[in-house]
């Protein structure tokens, strides 16, 4: 019997795509390089199946020329923002994510995110690179102590629920929001928010964990910003797209904020030039999954997802 056919946009880890080119006949990316929509779309004419990550959108009008063969979109990310879920429904185009098994790594960057904005991480490090460190006194470069603070997870999934424990070996006190309560056991004695506006309120560190919609698009804008204790620091290792960043500059430069820990932007390659020119800021180019544990375990994951499609059976990270 001849195998599926199988896009995968992007360049994967060698046991993953020595595993799919066993069970797929595959198509690669060569030079994984960012497919144009016309590439997407001319690669996925031949296909039964793609595989791809965050970097490709498949909006209402790229899956209306998908082939009618194409069947599964099994995506290489928990986040599915880049995907029109409603439309592929429409279309009877099933879609998977790779949830839980990024949770650790993502949770880690959180960490490095808030450390290194509270610490002042990245000054300190481009002053030593630079061969700029020529002072020392009790009153140089001091930031923000976590220990005893709020750690605020807007977002209480997967992801947010491993950051809440990290946070927690930080000695941090624990609060959250979430669209449902989590269960008893689950909080480990978490504080429970109703409402986004009541977790500002106690936000020493905000850290960003909740999915991308149209409605949490801006989410965290300047009134919202405004409700933060003075001083309050904001980690997103979510999407960029959940924060107003023209508010995020303000708040950093009047002091409302006193640093951000960022690992995604609304622009992704590139980031904001308006924010990285700041100081008060710690910035990473959205490697949140980037571990080599993480990308084998988000790869295989996606082909238990592919396998179970073709077996016939319900993808188990099935989405749409
Ligand atoms: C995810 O899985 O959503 C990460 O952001 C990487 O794409």
Redesign the pocket.
């Known amino acids: 019997m001849s195998k599926p056919s199988l896009l995968i946009t992007r360049r994967l880890t060698d046991a993953v795509l020595k595993r799919a080119a066993r069970d797929y006949d595959v198509q690669l990316n060569a030079d994984d390089h960012v497919f144009s929509r016309e590439e997407l779309l001319d690669h996925c004419q031949s296909v039964d199946a793609v595989l791809p ?2 970097s490709e959108r498949f909006d209402a009008d790229v899956l209306a020329q998908l082939p009618d063969r194409l069947k599964i979109i099994a995506n ?4 599915t923002d880049h995907v029109d879920l409603k439309a592929a429904k429409q279309r009877g185009i099933v879609v998977t ?2 949830p839980d098994v ?1 949770s650790d790594a ?1 949770a880690e960057i959180a960490m490095l995110c808030m450390l290194g904005a509270a610490r002042r991480g990245a000054e300190g490090n481009r002053m030593v690179r630079e061969g700029k460190w020529n002072f020392w006194s009790p009153a140089f470069m001091v930031g923000r102590q976590v220990t005893g603070k709020r750690f605020a997870v807007l977002g209480m999934g997967r992801v947010g629920q491993v950051a809440a424990e990290r946070a927690r070996g930080f000695g941090m006190e624990i609060h959250y929001h979430n669209r449902r309560r989590l269960p008893v056991e689950l909080e480990k004695g978490a504080i429970f928010h109703d409402s986004v506006e009541s977790l500002l309120a106690v936000a020493d560190v905000l850290s960003l964990h909740c999915p991308t919609t149209p409605d949490s698009i801006d989410l965290i804008n300047a009134e919202r910003l405004a409700l933060l204790p003075d001083g309050a620091i904001l980690v997103n290792t979510a ?1 960029g797209a959940l924060v107003d960043e023209r508010a995020l500059v303000e708040a950093l430069k009047s002091g409302k904020l006193f640093a951000a820990g960022l690992d ?1 932007f609304k622009d992704e390659p590139g980031g904001n030039p308006e924010i990285a020119a700041l100081d008060n800021v710690f910035l990473l180019p ?1 490697i ?2 980037a571990t080599f544990e993480t990308r084998d375990a ?1 790869g295989n994951r996606a082909l238990d997802n592919l396998d179970a499609f073709f077996a016939g059976r319900e993808p188990a990270d099935r989405v749409a």
């Open positions: 990550c965050h290489h990310s928990v986040g994510n790779t990024l993502t999407r995604v959205h949140g999954s988000m």
